[in-house]
């Protein structure tokens, strides 16, 4: 891990009344830069060439005289051949001469590698450095070590094929889309031999899976993405916020489910079985009777990361969950930064998070209203890893 001194050092040299926010321009960049521009900040996106018009021509900021932003909400983009050259020293270099504030979001991560993040991303970044690692399934001290660590009830794993007794979710990675799931459902362990082959032979997952697989049981019930905030700042009200839920549409999961039973029982004889790829988000409320374990789980996790992960999670999280038919949370994964269906709330807030600062108030809003508070206080070094 990056010295933290290292990374003090270069927040020094900042002119944080020129503070602006930056981000990988992917994932929930859109959510992260609208809530900078309505706190007051300007914007860059970190993109890469080909995937950059979005940000670089799309929603471009446009601003009246006054620096009020009347249309879109990047104000600039930094454009690479590839995502992972924004580790090289002189563009580290050129991103903080401009004083950016950089928000982590999984494609940081997923295209630089964590270990680059964490020992040569020098760029003081919002958030918690040291927590990103968690998010790799198979790690040490992954985000499963903690829910147990924290007694958070998460799907039983399943420890080998042979043990398949029920319907179980196999979780790897896709051999392609590196990004994406590779995700399958099987009852017993020759169902397992008989779709792992097929998604083997159609290039979904490769020959070795099993070595990076998690296989634990299926949860039938909703699926909620339950958004958080968690302020190291704030000294009147609950440090934990309740921002909102988000679910996932799923390609091509979500249309096979739309099929009459027997025609996905046909596609299945044909071997073609569905993917879990996310395409997009909806947004969610809880019954009110449901809030009260949400907080809990939340402030487990967030006891347990202050334990074992020094200082604990700082600003947004997600907790993704299915709820089962005694309307008891299972937590199948865990976001430690900006979640990836934040975008569903952004300039229109999240339902939790509008009811409690009577606004409109996204996760990238709380993000950068903690932001601003952090500099106008004199304590950005509490947010800042």
């Given at each position: 891990m990056i010295d933290r001194d290292t990374v003090l050092r270069n927040l020094e040299k900042y002119d944080l009344s020129k503070a602006e926010i930056g981000v990988?321009?992917?994932?929930?960049?859109?959510?992260?830069?609208d809530g900078a521009v309505s706190e007051g900040f300007k914007t860059v996106a970190v993109c890469q060439?080909?995937?950059?018009r979005?940000?670089?021509?799309?929603f471009k900021?446009?601003?009246n005289a006054d620096g009020e932003v009347v249309r879109g909400v990047v104000d600039d983009t930094i454009v690479l051949d590839k995502f992972k050259h924004i580790l090289r020293p002189e563009i580290q270099k050129d991103i903080m001469s401009r004083n950016i504030l950089f928000v982590p979001n999984r494609s940081l991560v997923a295209y630089c590698g964590i270990d680059a993040i964490e020992d040569e991303f020098a760029v003081p970044m919002v958030g918690s450095r040291?927590?990103?690692r968690s998010e790799e399934r198979g790690d040490e001290k992954d985000y499963y070590w903690i829910l147990e660590k924290a007694g958070l009830p998460y799907p039983k794993k399943v420890e080998k094929p042979e043990d398949i007794d029920g319907l179980t979710i196999v979780k790897v990675h896709h051999k392609e889309k590196k990004l994406e799931r590779g995700f399958f459902t099987v009852k017993d362990y020759d169902q397992f031999v008989s779709k792992s082959n097929e998604l083997i032979s159609q290039g979904v997952i490769e020959k070795d899976f099993i070595k990076e697989a998690r296989m634990e049981e299926y949860i039938i019930g909703p699926v909620f993405n339950l958004d958080f905030f968690y302020s190291p700042l704030e000294e009147k009200g609950e440090k934990l916020e309740f921002m909102g839920v988000d679910w996932r549409f799923e390609s091509s999961l979500d249309g096979y489910a739309r099929l009459p039973g027997k025609q996905q029982v046909e596609?299945?004889?044909m071997g073609i079985i569905p993917e879990y790829t996310v395409c997009g988000h909806n947004s969610a409320t809880l019954r009110e009777s449901l809030l009260d374990k949400a907080f809990g789980l939340a402030e487990k996790y967030i006891e347990a990361t202050k334990k074992y992960y020094d200082p604990g999670i700082i600003g947004p999280f997600c907790l993704q969950t299915c709820v089962d038919k005694d309307l008891n949370f299972k937590i199948y994964d865990v976001a430690p930064r900006i979640g990836g269906g934040t975008n569903v709330h952004m300039s229109v807030g999240h339902p939790y998070?509008?009811?409690l600062w009577r606004k409109e108030m996204s996760t990238g809003r709380r993000l950068a209203m903690e932001i601003r508070r952090a500099i106008e206080q004199e304590r950005i070094e509490e947010i800042i890893t």
């Open positions: 990988i321009g992917s994932h929930s960049a859109l959510d992260t830069c060439k080909g995937r950059d979005t940000f670089k021509n799309y900021a446009q601003r040291n927590l990103l596609l299945e004889e998070g509008n009811t």
